[in-house]
């Protein structure tokens, strides 16, 4: 549905190239002036309704010819003649459902579906659709990047309370941690980012539908609207950009237990809770609980977590979680099941975990981090014969195209690289391709190489092959580690057992005789921040003796990766 409101703001080039396609203007008196009416005389103008659309083009150039006095009197006369003529038609029932023509639309208002949707409208003027179940924004913005960075930084706050008392503050022992109050201002500042999200889009010029869409037709979208009512919508370009979402292991009583989408729920924290994974969404928010006080018990299948990053970040980071006290049950089978005994929030929720072998443990939250499967379900992707791998995920090819012609697919919903900046870079690069010019026929996201961050406690950073990978693609001959263990100077004051709990590691794993970096890898305080600069060397191809000749910034737990011997 294209809202008049949408057109405002846009440049004047853009306003040109969208205008003759429209096919359909939802007239609002509050927007409507904003159009130019001059040379419509000859356009027909149609009203959106869901039973179908109404020809306006002699509601239209008999409310020209009225002698109003002023423009706006003119609007308000044609805004209230279309108003009453679509009523009839609805009334009437006379006209067919229509379906809604765009140039793209972007199924999924996330971080990759909104970057792709504004490059195609705000660079190129492509008439585009966004169609979104949720809160505009996303994984990240609702219950990812955003509220995790938050909570995080919630939690290192606690830690460098603790770190004040040996730099010589007095700090009470019997700190409050108000976390509803703490909840309540992230909330509101995701709220905010979802108001930004639709901001954007509409200065863009992008229509946004809220309702959950399936295939009818190879390239006709069906939206089932929030009030139950349906639309239709086609264009020569679809992109599926509908994300992923938590998955729960199939075990009686798995329900009691939340996600890392019911973290974000919480209003009390818990004083005992079990998290049962070990990836990063794991890692990162039992990390977030230790590090406030809570009871925290790991349970992960092998010996180590974070498995698929470098040996020496799977090792360093088990050791130091079990360090500062969170419990960490190795080689776990599972759950036989999940008992309520008390419903409730913090405290007052009681569970009780039946392990295979009889034995039991009560906790006060369960969470499940166990891994995500991609949204596709009520997508009908057999509708246009999209295909699917095993695990569910959309096959795409190196320009996010699927199976099938004009039908694109980014984000988590591939199962490539499932990181927002990604995302975002993969729907800016097809929307170039897909609207732009020759010289954008094959542009496309490199995913070598890109640079992410754990935001557990302390952060990991990371760019580029493991050292296993490396040797299996180099071979054992061609490889050379430099390998460095310290404790940053943040930490020169604890106690020496406390030192030992607050390790800083790096290594650098390089390639061939010239010693090309080919994987960094950082875990300590401040790498979160460290690893852009460092991402941006790699990527470019930097040397052992590119990084040796920067001179060092002194002192800093970064120049150690600029002086390794």
């Known amino acids: 549905m294209r809202t008049c409101s949408s057109l405002r703001s846009l440049p004047a080039q853009v306003l040109k190239n969208r205008l003759p396609h429209c096919t359909s203007l939802f007239v609002r008196s509050s927007s409507i002036a904003a159009v130019s009416l001059q040379n419509l005389g000859s356009r027909s103008i149609a009203t959106a309704s869901h039973s179908g659309f109404v020809n306006h083009r002699n509601v239209l150039a008999a409310s020209l010819r009225q002698p109003t006095s002023t423009p706006i009197a003119r609007l308000t006369s044609l805004t209230r003649q279309f108003s009453s003529t679509s009523a009839t038609a609805d009334s009437n029932k006379m006209a067919p459902v229509e379906v809604q023509q765009y140039d793209y639309i972007v199924l999924g208002g996330g971080s990759g579906g909104s970057g792709s949707g504004r ?51 007095t700090v009470p022992s019997d700190v409050n941690i108000d976390y509803r109050y703490f909840k309540e201002r992230r909330d509101a500042t995701i709220e905010r980012l979802n108001g930004v999200y639709e901001r954007n889009w509409g200065r863009e010029g992008i229509d946004l539908v809220h309702g959950r869409a399936g295939f009818v037709e190879p390239k006709v979208i069906e939206v089932t609207l929030e009030d139950g009512s349906k639309a239709r919508y086609t264009a020569p370009h679809i992109l599926i950009a509908t994300g992923g979402r938590p998955s729960i292991p199939d075990i009686k009583g798995a329900e009691h237990g939340i996600t890392s989408d019911g973290f974000f729920e919480i209003e009390e924290l818990p004083p005992k809770v079990a998290v049962v994974g070990a990836g990063y969404i794991a890692v990162e928010l039992a990390g977030v609980m230790g590090a406030v006080g809570v009871e925290t018990h790991m349970y992960i299948r092998g010996q180590e977590f974070l498995r698929k990053f470098d040996p020496m970040i799977s090792k360093t980071m088990t050791e130091r979680y079990e360090s500062v006290g969170i419990h960490v049950h190795k080689g776990h089978q599972g759950f036989k099941e999940v008992q309520l005994l008390r419903d409730g929030k913090g405290k007052d929720k009681l569970l009780k975990l039946i392990h295979h072998d009889g034995s039991e443990t009560e906790v006060n939250e369960l969470l499940w981090a166990v891994g995500r499967v991609p949204e596709v379900e009520d997508l009908h992707l057999d509708v246009p014969g999209v295909k699917l791998n095993e695990n569910g995920h959309v096959v795409v090819d190196e320009f996010q195209n699927t199976s099938v012609d004009g039908v694109y697919a980014i984000g988590d919903v591939t199962g490539q690289a499932e990181l927002t900046p990604v995302a975002i870079a993969a729907g800016r690069q097809l929307g170039n391709r897909i609207f732009g010019g020759p010289e954008f026929k094959t542009a496309k996201l490199s995913y070598d190489n890109i640079p992410t961050v754990v935001f557990s406690h302390p952060e990991v950073g990371t760019v580029g092959l493991t050292e296993p990978e490396a040797r299996e693609k180099y071979g054992d001959d061609q490889i050379k580690v430099y390998h460095t263990r310290f404790t940053a100077m943040y930490y020169d004051l604890y106690p020496a057992e406390e030192k030992k709990q607050n390790p800083t590691e790096f290594k650098l794993i390089c390639a061939g005789p010239d010693e090309k970096v080919v994987g960094l890898h950082i875990l300590g305080l401040g790498c979160g921040e460290m690893l852009q600069g460092f991402g941006v060397a790699v990527k470019m191809g930097a040397t052992k003796k590119d990084f040796d000749s920067c001179v060092a910034i002194h002192p800093t737990s970064a120049e150690e990766l600029v002086t390794l011997r």
Do not use: D, Q
Request: hydrophobic share 35%.
């Open 119 to 169: 490059r195609a409208a705000g660079w190129y003027g492509a008439k585009t659709l966004i169609v979104e179940s949720g809160r505009s924004g996303g994984t990240c913005v609702n219950v990812g990047c955003v509220p995790k960075k938050m909570t995080w930084n919630f939690a290192s706050i606690n830690e460098n309370l603790h770190a004040a008392k040996h730099y010589g503050y």
